[in-house]
């Protein structure tokens, strides 16, 4: 048994049912939750031979931050049903790994416990009500958050169908939304925006003062127009398949938008299935920046606090080093296109 | 579970075997019938982000009736077996719902019952015996059908394999095409005529005075044809796959017929296989101005009557509007070819 | 479950268990003999609408015999182990149906008991013993054959592997190459030729004076080779499978060889894995003069003789004309390409 | 069954689960390993009809030796697991068969053990001490290898996941390296040299005075800059799916790698997941001088020593003999790229 399939049994001890199969599922009929990582496995590899790895990093930068690998951890909810210290132990755990961490806007720990124990982001729901949200943004802002990542895919939330009773019924709410001053305000301030535009982009920047990277990209001429709006990033998601059933898989909606964005000198991200190094070196050779790993941080949370965290982001980004070490690349910049292969034609599988 | 397949359950609890039966085989072998529903999942969307929103509308028009949503109901026949009120209950639930019906020429219902209670339109087996026919067509437009929807595909019915005693052998009478005078006319005389052509297109609307949508198109050639005989709108179906077996599946021929349609002002509807509101965004994608449904109409009139079509038209046309929004598409008309991922080429797998 | 399906059934409960296994394996692992009816079933069709059928005619002829369906009988061995009467109740009920046999040099029954019950042709397989061979077509000229038809794909037999004990082991003398005087004979003699090329055609003509057809064509060179040659008419088969395991299906074989024959005024017949009238729709739209069915004869006269060939290819030519009504082709003329999706492009799926 | 999977079912009666294991298992998740047979099962062949094949011979030359079969033994390790005589007897059954032994760096046989008991290559490792290297090829040499087989997909060993006690636990020093002085050495000096480049190829021609062949090369670049810098063969291989997982299944490379060399000079090889004599025709087909055969020769080995090296080799050729028959191929020049259905284009399905 790989041991990621061992990871997520160990969790599923130790989560409530509830929980887990909140952290799991996927909207609708589940099409883009059930196939996302057998996306990534579909690809193949052209390793190349003969070439010099006998010094492999995995090092890189982000926005400016540098990190030890580019194996970073996406924004997830309900961090505290996972283990007590929740976005902290996160947190702290990513950065002993050299990695980084995006923390959810609706996170239920305050953004200054945060403070100094490692780099971070700040996942962005911009609420109807725009006051909340920026107020939200501003303690992120002042606990250290070094960037702003507007989630773009949720103008309403995906349904998810389930058995069994909702997470909702059972989390006690200072495990929710810490950073919004929600108490006294009406339900429907709270609700997300459905009303963005690219001209969301410059507003958050402007009044954060932060660069910001949109999340939920999977076309080409999105991706264009957010950099063309201020984006400093573009990430590739699917909402782990949590929003719009059936949107494309991010390993195929990847590298068109690589290619949209080349010579922009923006960043690109992807998250969605990615459970190995191999995956990772996929993503990166299809021109991914970095990549961002969420459920699989839940189990390692669950399992065993920063420390479960720290464990699961070395161990990919040994398997990452590794396959970098047999494809012939020692280095991120080594990492390139022509190592998938087919990969030079943008037509997939339908 | 999703709740469509509940309801396939629950309709399965009530109706007889031999009608369940009937209502799910498809023709030959059962390709097309099993596969249909697995074509449209098969196509992957590219939703946008960064667009507003915040008010979706799925309203429509079809041959300039005003309908709440493109979502509308298939004819099918034996609706009285389903529920005692047959085609009257399925014609006020989809009212009920903003929606439309096409009536089977089969009807177990007098079409006079129907009058006034919802828009419809009938549909149309032309017999060997064209005055049962005309007469047929004159109760229904006396009774405000609004459209003729010639059936193309059935110059002879589709061979069904099944175990078990057949349907036929349990129907009473009164159940069966009850606006056909058919007493005392040889059997000969009710078979479905095999040599239509397209000029009986011309014939059927001139005798009428209705606009003639023809149903069972799946070529592009064959398209263009009707419309120059006179077809207001083209319907793009393999009759459930209780035809033609191994016939194409829609959610396949449909684009190629969209793109032979564009700039005639012919309207394009498709049935087959649709089954939640992420298949008829899908569909509008493709070209079609609304999407037919036909079994899962059935199961809702049987679990419960006029509030069954009612909840599930209302149900699909929710999921429509929950799709739209997450691919950034407020309304009817920003829902385009390009929310289908690889949707340009007219290759598909074969 | 489907007829076909049943009558392999029936037949199995008849057979000797070794005599089943022999009729139904393949050569080496199977490939082709396990693939070939999907083949055709994953040929998806484009009928059209709006045709006059009201009269369908599945009459034609191949090599200037007139037959009333284009469905013939392939040649196989062993007839006289599923039924006593063999060869002469094939033709005989071939016959009944409007039908036509391809008899097997190996036959168990004296071509001189064929004469006069039906039309026929001879399969050769040429041995080294050239005047055996010509010997024993000689006999079946005298008896009526109207064609030979020269197996091109054995010069040694494919490998089968099987449990249990071997049909060799069980058979009785008289229901071997009744037709070749093989007593006293060195077993040498009496194997494969496998020297024959392009010349033998003409010498198989010229020898006997009949139309010569190549069996087991997978190429269009070398198709056009065999027409170059002298042959009348090509037909495309793998063996049943039974030869070179993994050779292309003939579904995806045919299309390309047609093309080939084009203007050449040769006929082009195809067999493995039609099952249904709705192959041979796909088979005749792609291209054949005429389809040709081999295991199912087999089940066909293990169950009833002579009747049961007559029933089965009576049925299937039932399929045939009801799946031409559904294509909106009349008559086999109208059977064209274009009924066929995805049959422009020459490739397929690998 | 096939002869294959009894022989497997066999060899796994014989030998102890670990080492059974080992032998069997991929590294990752183990998806190359997994893949690779049935790539070539998925290439369809073209026969060709009518050619003299009443002489058919597999007698083909590789760097100069001639050979009764183009398939060969792939370096295995733990060879003296499989059987006491180890190597010995893998050299020498594979010299009854017409065939040769690529014989690994890690063998447990002392190479001058094998000295004239039939044609042999050496493998290389090349370790981090280079002179250790050379000594033991210095020692090949002399007992006779023909050829330098360098290992290029092995910077780092692939990792591998298993249940149950590692084969490393069990295994006796004297069937470990017996031909590296690795007594008092450092264990770093004994781990692969991770800094390979083509400049080695020269090297190892030079300090050897051989031949080079590079194996595991899976580029089309990469195999011509191999031959660029000296090697004489290129043999394309994913060493087993036990190195990069997910890499390229090697029935899918060798066609580009076949391009890349045309005109060169250079011989090509291919090995992974070849187990039938059709697998062979592919590969032949495709490009291949010779194909090499891995974990079946230790089956053999396993079963009967050199016996059952000798029965393996001698089956398969016969398949591949037979094969061409049926192809209408009587020599290995005339096994052309034509033969593979499809073959033309260089994409695959991905």
């Given at each position: 048994m790989r041991w990621m399939d061992t990871l997520v049994q160990e969790a599923e001890a130790w989560l409530p049912a509830p929980v887990m199969t909140y952290f799991r599922q996927g909207a609708g009929a589940g099409l883009s939750a059930a196939e996302a990582e057998a996306h990534w496995d579909a690809l193949r590899l052209l390793p190349h031979v003969l070439?010099?790895?006998?010094d492999v990093s995995t090092r890189t930068a982000v926005l400016g931050t540098s990190v030890d690998t580019p194996v970073l951890v996406a924004p997830t909810t309900l961090q505290r049903q996972a283990h007590e210290e929740g976005e902290a132990a996160m947190v702290r755990g990513a950065a002993d790994a050299g990695s980084l961490v995006c923390v959810s806007s609706n996170a239920g720990t305050p953004f200054g416990a945060l403070a100094g124990s490692g780099p971070w982001w700040v996942q962005a729901?911009?609420?109807?009500d725009r006051q909340l949200t920026l107020e939200m943004l501003g303690r992120a802002r002042q606990a250290g958050a070094r960037a702003v990542v507007l989630?773009?895919?949720?103008?309403v939330v995906g349904e998810k169908y389930g058995n069994g009773p909702s997470v909702w019924e059972t989390v006690?709410?200072?495990?929710?939304?810490?950073?919004?001053?929600?108490?006294?305000?009406?339900d429907t301030q709270l609700e997300k925006a459905a009303d963005l535009t690219p001209a969301t982009i410059d507003w958050l920047r402007t009044a954060t003062g932060l660069p910001v990277v949109v999340k939920g990209v999977l076309r080409a001429d999105d991706a264009r127009e957010c950099v063309a709006a201020g984006a400093s990033a573009v990430w590739v998601s699917n909402h782990g398949g949590r929003?719009?059933?059936?949107?494309?898989?991010t390993a195929r909606a990847l590298r068109p938008v690589a290619d949209a964005l080349a010579g922009t000198g923006a960043e690109l991200y992807v998250d969605g299935g990615i459970r190995t190094g191999r995956h990772a070196l996929v993503a990166l050779a299809l021109g991914a920046t970095a990549v961002f790993v969420g459920r699989p941080t839940l189990w390692a949370l669950a399992v065993d606090g920063a420390a479960g965290v720290t464990r699961l982001l070395t161990e990919l980004t040994a398997e990452l080093a590794h396959a970098m070490a047999l494809a012939g690349a020692?280095?991120?910049?080594?990492?390139?296109?022509?190592?998938?292969?087919?990969?030079?034609?943008t037509r997939h599988r339908s």
């Open positions: 070439r010099d790895v006998s729901y911009v609420l109807r989630t773009a895919d949720t103008p006690p709410d200072d495990h929710l939304m810490a950073n919004v001053a929600w108490r006294g305000v009406e929003q719009l059933d059936g949107a494309v898989a020692p280095d991120v910049a080594s990492v390139t296109r022509d190592l998938v292969h087919d990969a030079s034609p």
